[in-house]
């Protein structure tokens, strides 16, 4: 059986996890809204990776004969004034997650729940590639600048991404 205190804070990153989705739900949707089929692509993969997040998360806590409490999901922003300003936005949440994940980590240390802290390793790790990627976005949008062609490939290029499962 989980302990408590582990139990709730998994609870918190499940509907963190939620919410990171459905945050990337209405940027993909934004983006299909203003024409860009390859961002609000890239956007639709994150909104399935962190469901999937989610749910290796109540799979775990199932496991562990704990109890998986959905919890309202806050309301998410609609609109953002530009590619950049968006992922901006992600990185600044992506780095959110990573503090979460982290505290986490240092609570099922704290708790000498080592099954969490080893469940918690591939979340450290997904983190480290969730930061990188958008950063290297964020590098191509800034060396794109205005330029319409530039944004143009851009967007060809994040559409082309496709969802794998992450073996969490």
Known sequence: MINKKIED???EQINAEMWSAYLYLSMS?????????GMA???RVQFQEEQAHALALMDYLNARDGKVVLAP???VPETWESPKDAFLATLEHEQKVTALI???YALA???KDFATRQKLNTFVAEQVEEEDNVRQILDDLNLIGNDGTGL???DR??????FVAPTL
């Open 29 to 37: 949707l934004h983006f299909e809204h203003e024409g860009r089929p």
């Open 73 to 75: 999901i806050a309301a």
């Open 157 to 162: 290029e994040l559409g082309a991404r496709t």
């Open 102 to 104: 982290n505290n986490l």
């Open 109 to 111: 240390e704290e708790e």
């Open 152 to 154: 143009y490939q851009l």
């Open 41 to 43: 692509n890239w956007y």
């Open 9 to 11: 804070a998994l609870n």
